[in-house]
């Protein structure tokens, strides 16, 4: 027992249109998978970027407070106390730092204040940089040092 597979007009198979058009639908979608994959994959990399900076800069935090005082790395270099501790850095506006380091491609910055909010403390506003795609990112943290007797 055989089966014909013809149409009323005798035609089998798909048109060479029909095929193009399928073709088309594919390569559109592929595409968008694409452009999706790429997104994904910036998204994973600045993700990964900013996860480093706050591990630095927590690192460096947790340094500092293990540091007993007096010590020059817990010191207001520059005398302008809680101003210093401002929302980035800013060299133009006299917001310099008090100290600075270099981690490949990370700049860690931090500025301090004593008895900012509390006597016989030290707050450390510390700022990690670094470019990215010709942009400037940073993290930036509070840290409130108690000295330890």
Known sequence: MTTNCLTENGDSGFSLIEVMIAIMVFAVGALAVA?????????????????????????????LSALPWPNTLLTDTDGNDVAGLGYGIDTEAGNDPD??????????????ADNEFVNDTKTVAMYVTWQEKG?????????IIPKRV
Do not use: P
Request: proline share 0%.
């Open 99 to 112: 100290h600075k380091t270099v981690d490949g491609v990370y700049t860690i910055f931090w500025n301090v």
């Open 35 to 63: 452009t999706m994959q790429g997104t994904s994959i910036n998204g994973n990399s600045l993700g990964r970027q900013y996860t480093e900076a706050t591990t630095l800069a927590m690192t460096e935090l947790e340094t």
């Open 135 to 143: 942009k400037t990112r940073s993290v930036r943290m509070r840290y």
